[in-house]
């Protein structure tokens, strides 16, 4: 029963971070050319506030269930398959690529609003775009190596 509750919790959290970016990469973005500056950049400076705290949420939950289900169904990385140790290594990816996102241009992003200094603000949209569509396909990828990995003949 736990393991049910486990592997439900890892993949509500994956559908909420891959599905976020989806959303705000497919979505949003190509409806912010209908706003008027500055609005685009102060909605994104909203958007990327809400979505990260259930990003922060989604890490902490993906590591521990995603160790807790490894360890005990597995003992350890020793007798896991192949396609979690793929998992697991595009999982820290991921989240390195978010910590710098977080960290760097979300963060000069954020001072840059506080400043009502928008042309800056401005100049991180596109920085955080790209690390947000370089996640959105290691997040897609990751999703379909844990629905289909366990099938591979390998």
């Known amino acids: 029963m736990i393991h049910a509750i486990a592997l439900s919790a890892h993949l509500l959290a994956a559908i909420i971070w891959v ?17 008027s500056p500055p609005d685009p950049v102060k909605l994104w400076g909203r958007v990327f506030f809400n979505f ?4 922060w949420l989604s890490i902490i939950v993906l590591v521990l269930t995603g160790y807790w289900m490894l360890f005990a169904v597995y003992g350890g990385f020793a007798l896991a398959p192949a396609y979690l140790h793929i998992m697991h290594g595009l999982g820290l990816v991921m989240i390195a690529l978010y910590l710098h996102l977080f960290f760097a241009p979300y963060g000069r992003l ?3 609003l506080a400043a009502d200094d928008f042309p800056a603000a401005a100049a991180q949209i596109p920085k955080i775009r790209r690390i947000v569509a370089i996640n959105l396909v290691i997040g897609l990828a990751n999703a379909a190596i844990g629905s289909g990995g366990r099938y591979w003949p390998w």
Do not use: I, T
Request: glycine letters at 8%; aromatic letters at 20%.
């Open 110 to 112: 954020q001072k840059a």
């Open 52 to 55: 990260f705290n259930w990003v």
């Open 19 to 35: 599905g976020g970016m989806f959303f705000a990469y497919m979505a949003l973005r190509p409806s912010m050319p209908v706003l």
